[in-house]
């Protein structure tokens, strides 16, 4: 945890973690007994279902619980359908869950390798998208927002995680495969390469424009990159996607490169592991292995009232349960001994202004968060700038009231969305 | 596996820095308390009736507000007693306890939890309180009458009231090493010039109080009275003793940089601070009342909201 300094005058400098020699060795997680995967959409039975409990199915193995809905999961080992159930989650999210029972005897589905010989885009979208590090093709041939540009970031926009930098650092020739490929099936021809502060040199070989990005947090937000690296700013409430930027993590481009080469999806994915004490190590598991597992391997104990986190400390989810399984996402995994949680509270805002001071975006972060609690979404959103929001999380970690600014923020925003989507729908 | 296992599931960001709203108070006491030694070794046990009543008063106050509306007890904050201690450094020594129960009631009563409680309020609660008590009782805040019976090893006279009805001529015999060292009088804590000043820095290397408001408000005084005392030296005090007298530190580094009632964007603190203290000699030069600087708080504590609405305009803002 960083803590204040004595020189509270000045503004906090808090810096990205950049991989070092002591992070470079990986510990393989071996594979656990079963898995769970998490599709978007939430389960219907009554949806007729290529899936079924009981099926059998192989690694690399593409699983698409609906035929009416385009979701899929791709199945990271070789077993035994379990059960199928639908999942809730966060912010309103509902997701189908497959538990796969894991057999010894691993077998290569090869779908994908009779389908990769051709380098398009409808194959990758049908085999590809979620390779670990997730791959976000539904955003290119979209007539109405072409994406342009597209921006491989090969850092980690959270603390402490350094999985992308590794990446970047180890898979070099991968990257460059994928960054090729990404350029024939997307026909967009401005790549841009984001490198974190220190190593610039050693990438002009590698096929994309490569910029250096600072490392003090939050200039690895897609925002501040495209305000500070990109010079174009996003407007309020928009994404980089209206723009035609589109972000890409180092990881995805990697595995891209890697599943066109070697005609096998990767199902690997690799995550920075924060320790009860702040330790940092890399590890590499099976999408869908339950976080729990990855903890027995390294020996990490957890006991009630510690907090899991998916991602890093400012801006991660944290879950409830240790059975959560590894997403294609996750690029961190941290955990937090109760003796070291803040808490937050319902004390009003006594505007003392820190928040002010270390945001990013310049928003009025004092009056805004009266609103929030008061519920005035809509004024929030009208005069204090709510959709500037960054989502970065250095308000709340500054407030000395420990409100809960950033939540604040999210459920507006989940809030109004709600309330436009529904006025969309009732005309 | 266990099961039943329960972990703790909250929102982002899983990390604090640590800065809490008990520790900014009892910093601010804490960078106060030299000034009220000095004024408790001055005026002795009369002082340190006052102190303890009004800061106890303040927190008693808040407690029973808490009851009357059913909201968590908050005494614990510092924030009341913080208004107790500011409230007693303002008054003489020899205050009635009926008078300073009076203050402390306004402070927290009226000044903070009728406005909203802690954050709500738009007039630093301790300066309303002064301004109504001084206004109600003159002669309590005459501190010439008030501190009669003393006869310390210093002059005696209220250097502000001094200047006021006798000219410059009256104050000659203060030099700006015994306005510093605190031999003068006026409230248990507002006269000991270098304790305040080591305090008010201690406050703003630390970040409790914004440093903004603080140097522009000094500014503004000593600007405004080297003006005033350039035009005519015969009938206007030098700058350096208008920064030295009366309230004026009190006041840039405790009372001007209360946090609800002053603003947080650079531009509006700037504004702020400097109008405080152009007023604050404006009041005191021409204006009816011997020290200007409650009057002076007050009034751009009534402007604060306005003077915040001047911020840079939020990245990605569509106008």
Redesign the interface.
């Given at each position: 945890?960083?803590?204040?300094s004595?020189?509270?005058?000045?503004k906090?400098r808090i810096e990205y973690a950049l991989l070092s020699d002591q992070h470079l060795n990986i510990v393989e997680i071996p594979d656990p007994k079963s898995i769970n995967l998490l599709v978007d959409g939430p389960f219907n039975p009554g949806e007729a279902t290529l899936l079924k409990e009981g099926d059998t199915v192989k690694t690399g193995q593409k699983l698409a619980p609906s035929t009416e809905k385009d979701a899929y999961a791709i199945s990271p080992v070789t077993g035994t359908v379990t059960s199928i159930s639908s999942y809730a989650g966060d912010f309103g999210k509902f997701y189908t869950a497959v538990s796969i029972d894991v057999s010894d005897q691993e077998e290569f589905d090869d779908q994908f390798e009779t389908a990769c010989v051709e380098t398009t885009l409808p194959v990758a979208r049908n085999y590809l998208t979620q390779l670990p590090g997730k791959l976000p093709l539904n955003f290119f041939n979209d007539s109405e927002k072409p994406i342009n540009t597209i921006v491989i970031y090969g850092g980690d926009n959270d603390?402490l995680v350094t999985t992308n930098q590794y990446i970047v650092k180890s898979r070099t020739d991968d990257l460059k495969h994928g960054i090729r490929i990404l350029n024939q099936i997307s026909d967009v021809d401005h790549i841009i390469m984001a490198i974190p502060g220190e190593f610039l040199q050693g990438y002009g070989h590698i096929g994309a424009e490569v910029k250096n990005v600072p490392i003090e947090y939050p200039a690895a937000n897609p925002?501040m990159i495209m305000?500070d690296t990109l010079g174009r700013?996003?407007?309020?409430?928009?994404q980089s996607e209206d723009l035609g930027v589109c972000f890409i993590t180092a990881e995805a481009v990697a595995a891209l490169g890697s599943a066109f080469q070697n005609g096998q999806i990767p199902v690997s994915k690799l995550m920075t592991v924060v320790g009860k004490n702040g330790d940092q190590q890399l590890v590499s598991a099976r999408i869908g292995t339950p976080i729990?597992h990855i903890f027995d391997t390294l020996g990490i104990t957890?006991?009630?009232?510690?907090?899991?986190?998916l991602?890093g400390?400012?801006?991660?989810?944290?879950?409830?349960?240790?059975?959560y399984p590894v997403m294609p996402d996750t690029s961190a995994l941290?955990v937090?001994d109760?003796e070291m949680?803040?808490y937050?509270s319902d004390?009003?805002?006594?505007?003392?202004?820190?928040c002010?001071r270390i945001c990013?975006?310049?928003?009025?972060i004092?009056m805004l968060v009266r609103f929030l609690e008061a519920g005035h979404y809509e004024e929030a959103a009208d005069q204090y700038?709510l959709?500037?929001c960054i989502e970065c999380?250095?308000c709340?970690?500054?407030?000395?009231?420990?409100i809960?600014i950033?939540?604040f923020i999210?459920l507006a925003k989940y809030e109004l969305g709600r309330v436009n989507s529904a006025e969309e729908a009732h005309g | 596996m266990d099961k039943a296992k329960k972990f703790i599931v909250s929102h982002a960001p899983f990390w604090h820095n640590g800065n809490s709203v008990n520790e900014r108070y009892y910093h601010i006491m804490i960078a106060a308390l030299p000034a009220v030694l000095l004024g408790i070794k001055q005026y002795g046990i009369p002082a340190v009736g006052v102190v303890a009543l009004s800061v106890s008063s303040a927190i008693l106050w808040e407690l029973a507000m808490n009851y009357l509306t059913h909201r968590p007890i908050t005494i614990a904050d510092g924030n009341a007693a913080l208004i107790g201690l500011l409230f007693a450094m303002a008054v003489p020594a020899t205050m009635p306890w009926w008078a300073v129960l009076t203050g402390t009631f306004i402070c927290v009563v009226i000044g903070k939890h009728i406005f909203g409680g802690i954050g709500s309020n738009a007039f630093n609660p301790v300066v309303l309180a002064v301004a109504m008590v001084m206004v109600s009782w003159k002669d309590l805040f005459d501190f010439d009458g008030a501190l009669l019976n003393y006869d310390l090893d210093m002059v005696m006279a209220y250097p502000l009231a001094a200047v006021k009805h006798f000219g410059v001529g009256a104050i000659e015999s203060f030099s700006t090493a015994d306005l510093l060292l605190g031999r003068q009088s006026g409230g248990i804590g507002a006269t000991f010039g270098l304790g305040l000043i080591l305090g008010g820095i201690y406050l703003i290397i630390r970040g409790f109080i914004r440093w903004e408001i603080s140097v522009s408000f000094l500014l503004g005084v000593f600007l405004t009275a080297w003006i005033f005392n350039l035009a005519a030296p015969d009938r206007f005090a030098g700058p350096t003793f208008h920064l030295l007298t009366g309230y004026t530190l009190i006041g840039a580094f405790f009372l001007a940089t209360e946090d609800s009632s002053s603003p947080v964007n650079f531009i509006p603190m700037l504004i702020y601070g400097a109008a405080g203290g152009v007023l604050t000699v404006l009041i005191r030069n021409i204006g009816a009342h011997v020290d200007g600087v409650v009057y002076a708080i007050l009034t751009i504590n009534l402007v604060n909201p306005l003077l915040d609405k001047i911020r840079p305009k939020a990245v990605g803002k569509v106008v």
């Amino acid at each position: 945890m960083i803590r204040k300094s004595f020189f509270g005058f000045v503004k906090p400098r808090i810096e990205y973690a950049l991989l070092s020699d002591q992070h470079l060795n990986i510990v393989e997680i071996p594979d656990p007994k079963s898995i769970n995967l998490l599709v978007d959409g939430p389960f219907n039975p009554g949806e007729a279902t290529l899936l079924k409990e009981g099926d059998t199915v192989k690694t690399g193995q593409k699983l698409a619980p609906s035929t009416e809905k385009d979701a899929y999961a791709i199945s990271p080992v070789t077993g035994t359908v379990t059960s199928i159930s639908s999942y809730a989650g966060d912010f309103g999210k509902f997701y189908t869950a497959v538990s796969i029972d894991v057999s010894d005897q691993e077998e290569f589905d090869d779908q994908f390798e009779t389908a990769c010989v051709e380098t398009t885009l409808p194959v990758a979208r049908n085999y590809l998208t979620q390779l670990p590090g997730k791959l976000p093709l539904n955003f290119f041939n979209d007539s109405e927002k072409p994406i342009n540009t597209i921006v491989i970031y090969g850092g980690d926009n959270d603390l402490l995680v350094t999985t992308n930098q590794y990446i970047v650092k180890s898979r070099t020739d991968d990257l460059k495969h994928g960054i090729r490929i990404l350029n024939q099936i997307s026909d967009v021809d401005h790549i841009i390469m984001a490198i974190p502060g220190e190593f610039l040199q050693g990438y002009g070989h590698i096929g994309a424009e490569v910029k250096n990005v600072p490392i003090e947090y939050p200039a690895a937000n897609p925002f501040m990159i495209m305000k500070d690296t990109l010079g174009r700013i996003v407007p309020a409430g928009r994404q980089s996607e209206d723009l035609g930027v589109c972000f890409i993590t180092a990881e995805a481009v990697a595995a891209l490169g890697s599943a066109f080469q070697n005609g096998q999806i990767p199902v690997s994915k690799l995550m920075t592991v924060v320790g009860k004490n702040g330790d940092q190590q890399l590890v590499s598991a099976r999408i869908g292995t339950p976080i729990s597992h990855i903890f027995d391997t390294l020996g990490i104990t957890l006991s009630e009232k510690d907090r899991i986190i998916l991602g890093g400390p400012m801006t991660g989810a944290s879950v409830w349960s240790e059975d959560y399984p590894v997403m294609p996402d996750t690029s961190a995994l941290m955990v937090q001994d109760k003796e070291m949680i803040p808490y937050v509270s319902d004390y009003p805002c006594i505007n003392c202004g820190e928040c002010i001071r270390i945001c990013p975006v310049y928003i009025p972060i004092n009056m805004l968060v009266r609103f929030l609690e008061a519920g005035h979404y809509e004024e929030a959103a009208d005069q204090y700038d709510l959709y500037s929001c960054i989502e970065c999380g250095l308000c709340s970690f500054v407030c000395p009231s420990k409100i809960p600014i950033f939540q604040f923020i999210r459920l507006a925003k989940y809030e109004l969305g709600r309330v436009n989507s529904a006025e969309e729908a009732h005309g | 596996m266990d099961k039943a296992k329960k972990f703790i599931v909250s929102h982002a960001p899983f990390w604090h820095n640590g800065n809490s709203v008990n520790e900014r108070y009892y910093h601010i006491m804490i960078a106060a308390l030299p000034a009220v030694l000095l004024g408790i070794k001055q005026y002795g046990i009369p002082a340190v009736g006052v102190v303890a009543l009004s800061v106890s008063s303040a927190i008693l106050w808040e407690l029973a507000m808490n009851y009357l509306t059913h909201r968590p007890i908050t005494i614990a904050d510092g924030n009341a007693a913080l208004i107790g201690l500011l409230f007693a450094m303002a008054v003489p020594a020899t205050m009635p306890w009926w008078a300073v129960l009076t203050g402390t009631f306004i402070c927290v009563v009226i000044g903070k939890h009728i406005f909203g409680g802690i954050g709500s309020n738009a007039f630093n609660p301790v300066v309303l309180a002064v301004a109504m008590v001084m206004v109600s009782w003159k002669d309590l805040f005459d501190f010439d009458g008030a501190l009669l019976n003393y006869d310390l090893d210093m002059v005696m006279a209220y250097p502000l009231a001094a200047v006021k009805h006798f000219g410059v001529g009256a104050i000659e015999s203060f030099s700006t090493a015994d306005l510093l060292l605190g031999r003068q009088s006026g409230g248990i804590g507002a006269t000991f010039g270098l304790g305040l000043i080591l305090g008010g820095i201690y406050l703003i290397i630390r970040g409790f109080i914004r440093w903004e408001i603080s140097v522009s408000f000094l500014l503004g005084v000593f600007l405004t009275a080297w003006i005033f005392n350039l035009a005519a030296p015969d009938r206007f005090a030098g700058p350096t003793f208008h920064l030295l007298t009366g309230y004026t530190l009190i006041g840039a580094f405790f009372l001007a940089t209360e946090d609800s009632s002053s603003p947080v964007n650079f531009i509006p603190m700037l504004i702020y601070g400097a109008a405080g203290g152009v007023l604050t000699v404006l009041i005191r030069n021409i204006g009816a009342h011997v020290d200007g600087v409650v009057y002076a708080i007050l009034t751009i504590n009534l402007v604060n909201p306005l003077l915040d609405k001047i911020r840079p305009k939020a990245v990605g803002k569509v106008v």
